[in-house]
């Protein structure tokens, strides 16, 4: 889930090539339904600029849908050790953070982390979406 | 007039006269002896031992006789011995003298009276009288002061210091009272007492041959005197301790005190201003308050507050809030003003600080905004390169992705842009006069298929004649695209927009309103800052506003937002009119309805 479109397609593409399915959102809403509607195995979230809500806050509605889902925040906003991306991952809120721009291989190795700390590596992998 | 027997001191002989003035008859004097005469209280021996002494002379003295009634009458006595029927007597001849006896007693009594000392002296500076006040003050009884000298009365300092003795002697020889001077005279076992005294010459027939010498006792008027000077240095110097400026000034503003933080503030001291005019360090752009407050002030109660720069006496200014009170007699007439000023050096200092730590709180909040917006574009484009390094991609993939480097580029480029002419939006030598209704047609033609894609309806409302303002015209369309775009984004699911244009007095007033989501009234403010953004996806970087701000102002107009949350939002750009004219007193302007919609 990202508001720009392109961010999305360039993830998509990066997922793909784990064999993962992906849906694709720009908006919160989007993405929340995305959620509910499908079983994901990852949500990919921006935090920042979105329409509609703040990412973090997303990641947390995403969380209360479907608690075994793991989430992986990618922004531009943010930077690595940024204390709202810190306590977040302490929380176990997120169980990722990637920093833009980002290698592909960074994306491959978060996703997959955090795949497994959650356990949740029999679902296929899907990132929202609504493109 | 009597004769009495020198042993038996019983009356032998009593004339008429004696009879008359004592009451007895003359068988009832007869039958007495001399000494049932006198008060009771002076029968003593020694009585009985003058009665009987023998006199060879004629011996006066007064004594007090008491009359047949009860009375006390005093009777000077002469006496001579006499031979009387053959035995030894003295003859009498008593004089009455009660009635100057009473003159002197009353005149005691008006001396022990005068709430003041009085000395009488004579011209060997003995004291002939002292009254009761004198010798309460002094310590002092009769016996030790009456017939003594002056220097035996008062010490030899007081004398000698205030050279009391001449100053006496001066008054003999001038007959004239000397005027009231101050002595301070401390009795033994008394406290210091604190006089003051005058010397009256005593003149009989012309002659000057007594002097009084009186003294006030102003011990209390001298305390209370010194308690209200004490009172006035404490007042002095709370004026004077106080950290604020504290200047008083005559009705026409001429200072006349001018305190220590004054000094200390400006350099000044009250020797050097005293008499001038406060309003001569006072900075050009305060001194016309500062005037009307002196002028107006003679006439209010009211203080009235003002700030201005202060002038110092190394030529600088500082920043001064003053109030003016004015200053007012018994007669509540105003007779000058007092200024009160605190320096505001400190508190321009803090307020500085607090200014660069929001631009610095601000300075964060693009940081972050810059961030997030460059950092998408190139994340695009640094993902897209991947991909193409990756190798055996489809065309369609391969081209794509060269595409998405691009584009990604270009929007990072785009952003940069923006936030330099955001930042140097300088473009003063580029105006240009220009027709503001073509500009605004011009933005309305590049927006066109966006509104029709989103179902929204343009409706456009000109005036007829052209609308000339000096602008550059690029930056001016940039400013209407901007809004026009902001508008569209407000309404996703269609609506209408409408564009006013009217010519008011001196002015162009160009209106963009939309059906769309308005705004919050928290977010009035911010929406014209940098960064600040509800764009809907993939839209707005957050600097659109504020560079239409940048350009508005640029151009010498404003711009202002009206909105109503869920109602639609108007914004309002004003420019100065190039060339206003007579009728430009805000015609209705041409209502007509865009085809572009």
Redesign the interface.
């Known amino acids: 889930m990202?508001?720009?479109?392109?961010?999305c397609?360039?993830?998509e593409?990066?997922l793909r090539g784990l064999g993962a399915k992906c849906v694709l959102a720009?908006?919160g809403q989007s993405a929340l339904q995305a959620a509910r509607h499908n079983r994901l195995a990852l949500a990919l979230l921006d935090a920042?600029?979105l329409?509609d809500i703040d990412g973090l806050e997303l990641a947390g509605k995403i969380r209360a849908a479907d608690p075994d889902v793991p989430v992986v925040v990618v922004?531009?906003?943010f930077y690595r050790d940024d204390p709202a991306i810190q306590a977040a991952l302490e929380q176990g809120l997120i169980h990722g953070f990637i920093?833009?721009?980002?290698?592909?291989g960074e994306v491959i190795e978060t996703v997959k982390s955090a795949l497994s700390s959650q356990e949740a590596a029999s679902r296929a992998v899907k990132l929202s979406t609504a493109c | 007039m009597w004769i009495y027997d020198l042993r038996t001191l019983s009356f032998l002989a009593v004339n008429d006269a004696a009879v008359e003035r004592y009451g007895y008859s003359r068988e009832e004097f007869l039958a007495m002896t001399v000494r049932q005469l006198h008060l009771r209280a002076e029968r003593s021996a020694l009585l009985d031992g003058v009665l009987k002494s023998p006199v060879s002379s004629a011996q006066e003295r007064t004594w007090r006789h008491v009359r047949k009634d009860g009375t006390v009458i005093y009777v000077e006595v002469a006496r001579s011995a006499v031979d009387f029927a053959g035995g030894s007597a003295y003859l009498v001849i008593a004089n009455d003298v009660s009635e100057g006896k009473r003159s002197e007693l009353l005149y005691r009594m008006l001396m022990d009276t005068i709430p003041s000392s009085v000395l009488l002296l004579d011209e060997d500076l003995r004291v002939v009288l002292a009254n009761r006040n004198f010798l309460d003050k002094s310590r002092r009884t009769n016996g030790v002061t009456a017939g003594k000298r002056l220097a035996e009365v008062f010490p030899e300092v007081i004398l000698a210091e205030m050279g009391l003795e001449q100053q006496i002697r001066n008054v003999f020889t001038s007959s004239h009272a000397t005027a009231g001077q101050r002595l301070t005279y401390r009795a033994p076992g008394v406290p210091i007492r604190v006089y003051y005294y005058s010397i009256v010459p005593v003149n009989w027939g012309g002659q000057v041959d007594h002097v009084l010498f009186l003294m006030d006792d102003v011990t209390e008027q001298t305390r209370m005197g010194e308690e209200i000077r004490r009172m006035e240095g404490r007042l002095a110097s709370v004026v004077e301790s106080a950290s604020d400026i504290v200047v008083s000034t005559d009705i026409q503003g001429n200072i006349f005190t001018w305190n220590k933080a004054a000094q200390k503030i400006t350099g000044y001291s009250l020797e050097e201003l005293k008499g001038r005019s406060f309003l001569d360090y006072c900075d050009e752009s305060g001194a016309p308050g500062v005037r009307r407050l002196l002028s107006s002030g003679a006439s209010r109660e009211s203080s009235g507050r003002i700030e201005s720069n202060l002038k110092t006496k190394d030529g600088r200014f500082r920043p001064v809030s003053w109030v003016f009170s004015p200053m007012t007699d018994d007669a509540a007439r105003t007779v000058g003003f007092v200024v009160v000023g605190r320096d505001l050096t400190e508190q321009r200092k803090f307020e500085l600080q607090i200014l660069e730590a929001q631009k610095l709180a601000a300075l964060g909040v693009m940081a972050r905004g810059i961030a997030h917006e460059i950092r998408t574009p190139l994340a695009i484009s640094s993902s897209a390169a991947q991909f193409l390094m990756e190798g055996n991609l489809t065309p369609e993939f391969y081209r794509e992705c060269a595409e998405k480097v691009h584009s990604g580029i270009r929007k990072a480029s785009t952003i940069i842009e923006n936030l330099l002419r955001f930042a140097h939006p300088s473009a003063e030598k580029n105006k240009t006069p220009v027709d503001l209704l073509r500009v605004m047609r011009e933005a309305l033609t590049l927006i066109e298929n966006q509104a029709k894609v989103q179902n929204i309806e343009v409706r456009t409302h000109f005036p007829p004649e052209p609308c000339q303002v000096l602008g550059v015209p690029s930056l001016l369309e940039q400013v209407f695209i901007n809004l026009l775009l902001n508008a569209i984004n407000a309404m996703p699911s269609g609506g209408t927009i409408e564009v006013f244009a009217e010519r008011t007095a001196g002015e162009v007033l160009a209106r963009v309103t939309d059906t769309g989501e308005g705004i919050s009234p928290e977010d009035f403010d911010k929406i014209f800052d940098p960064f600040y953004t509800k764009s809907p996806p993939g839209k707005g970087t957050g600097l659109g506003l504020s560079i239409c701000y940048s350009i508005v102002d640029q151009h010498r107009g404003s711009i202002g937002v009206d909105s109503q949350k869920g109602e639609g939002s108007t914004f309002t750009v004003k420019l100065p009119l190039l060339f206003p004219t007579e009728k430009d007193s805000g015609e209705p302007p041409e209502s007509s309805r865009s085809g572009r919609g």
Do not use: T
């Not at chain 1, 990202?2 to 961010?7: A, E, F, L, Q, V």
């Not at chain 1, 920093?99 to 592909?104: A, G, V």
């Open positions: 990202d508001d720009d479109p392109d961010i397609w360039a993830l593409h990066v720009v908006d920042k600029g329409p922004s531009g906003y920093e833009k721009p980002f290698s592909h």
